[in-house]
């Protein structure tokens, strides 16, 4: 049964929506992890150096970052529920490629076309739900976000298991099967009734300064190369001062005017940083100083999922009764604590305990951060929100991997978790201007 835009949908139909909109993004997040497990095998059977086969991740980083900014125009123009539909169709048809890709070459090319598809689905998928629970939002948030503090552990474990047992063509191919039952069930539960705007005009103009520009960056950070990170901070810098001027911008930065979305914006950038620089340092710590395999160290990882996980859950309905500073300001400092002893010389059982603890900071600065970006916009301003929250987000991650990958070149795994104690700190700012009470979603 569709759920009516014309009425506000029970409890049970958004607890629906947000059961078929947690598969696209499981399977949107997972890719980012799943494949790297994969570069070896592939470019032992397609032939290429790994140098080349590299391009898997990349190019399908690059595509996501591209079309982010998109996002939100095209589900203005042609409704969320479409565009959320069309976004899975390509991830799922880009898999199915993939899987069946002759050399490096091509399977680059099917990476990018399921990178599209991939970096649709969040933002939309987190728009389409925030205007369906509307003031609710705060306590159902962590919901569609809990597939994304388990993609760091099943990412590389489903990979190692997948390539060993049934070759590295089935890390895309199981995304087959999965995405056409998200699509079968998303036509009958994803809202249908969601007003567009079939004039409103693309801002080419900004199209055609912003995806280059934070490809570029996303590139340039990653790869620490200074010409395309100048290129991308360049062409942004242009973005902003026409976003100014035009009358309706790809990405619309005047809603940084909003003290409440301008903090909770800038809260999501350092988060980024933070969680997705660990999302690479902690495998690789566990890799290289206890020598644990990729599979082993995914398992590691599963009490800081774990914490999360609960933290999420309960983390919204905290929020709504103490104020979402608490919650964020405490989260924060958990996360924190949980990542102190890896400064230090600490025995397993500590490192252990201390996942679990900054699991449960990170689980709970995701839904009151998250909750508060919906609550400071409009409800028909919910998919331009997302598409800046997921942009600055990206952002925050590319620059927060690069300082980390650099000091780790330079310094070693002690000081560097030191520089990642330092991002999270740095988070406390936002917090600590995020209101004391909750504000309902409009």
């Not at 996980?309 to 958990?334: C, D, N, S």
Request: some cysteine.
């Amino acid at each position: 049964m569709l759920i009516k835009a014309s009425r506000t949908a029970s409890d049970s139909e958004v607890l629906r929506l947000a059961g078929v909109l947690i598969f696209g993004a499981v399977l949107a997040t997972l890719d980012t992890t799943i494949v790297n497990v994969g570069l070896g095998a592939i470019a032992h059977d397609l032939g290429g150096p790994i140098s080349t086969t590299g391009w898997v991740s990349t190019g399908y980083l690059l595509a996501v970052a591209v079309v982010i900014p998109l996002s939100g125009w095209a589900s203005e123009r042609f409704g969320g529920r479409r565009m959320w539909l069309v976004s899975v169709a390509l991830f799922t048809a880009g898999s199915a490629l993939c899987g069946l890709a002759w050399s490096a070459p091509s399977l680059i090319a099917f990476r990018i076309l399921q990178g599209l598809g991939g970096g649709m689905m969040q933002p939309i998928g987190q728009a389409l739900f925030a205007r369906a629970a509307g003031p609710r939002l705060g306590r159902l948030i962590g919901i569609v976000t809990l597939p994304a503090t388990f993609a760091p552990v099943l990412g590389p474990v489903l990979g190692g298991v997948l390539v060993q047992h049934l070759g590295w063509r089935w890390m895309f191919t199981i995304n087959v099967p999965i995405g056409i039952a998200t699509i079968v069930a998303a036509l009958r539960v994803v809202p249908a009734g969601e007003t567009h705007r079939p004039g409103h005009r693309l801002d080419a103009t900004g199209l055609a300064l912003l995806s280059p520009g934070l490809a570029a960056l996303v590139y340039g950070l990653g790869a620490r190369n200074a010409v395309a990170l100048g290129a991308g901070v360049l062409a942004l810098a242009a973005y902003g001062w026409h976003s100014l001027r035009a009358r309706q911008p790809l990405i619309d930065l005047r809603l940084f005017a909003r003290r409440g979305f301008a903090v909770a914006t800038g809260n999501s950038f350092l988060l980024g940083a933070s969680l997705y620089s660990s999302m690479l340092l902690l495998p690789l710590y566990y890799q290289q100083v206890w020598h644990a395999s990729v599979f082993d160290a995914g398992l590691l990882l599963v009490p800081q999922a774990l914490g999360s996980a609960v933290a999420l859950y309960f983390a919204g309905r905290v929020a709504e009764r103490f104020g979402p500073r608490t919650v964020l300001l405490t989260g924060i400092v958990l996360a924190l604590a949980g990542t102190f002893p890896f400064t230090q010389q600490a025995p397993a059982w500590l490192l252990t305990a201390s996942l679990l603890v900054r699991g449960i900071g990170l689980g709970a600065t995701t839904a009151p951060g998250m909750a508060a970006v919906y609550a400071a916009v409009e409800r028909d301003e919910a998919h331009r929100a997302a598409a800046v929250v997921n942009v600055v987000n990206r952002a925050g991650g590319s620059l927060g991997t690069a300082i980390l990958v650099t000091v780790l070149e330079s310094q070693g795994f002690t000081t560097t978790f030191w520089w990642a104690l330092g991002l999270s700190a740095l988070s406390l700012v936002p917090a600590a201007l995020f209101p004391r009470r909750s504000r309902c979603a409009a």
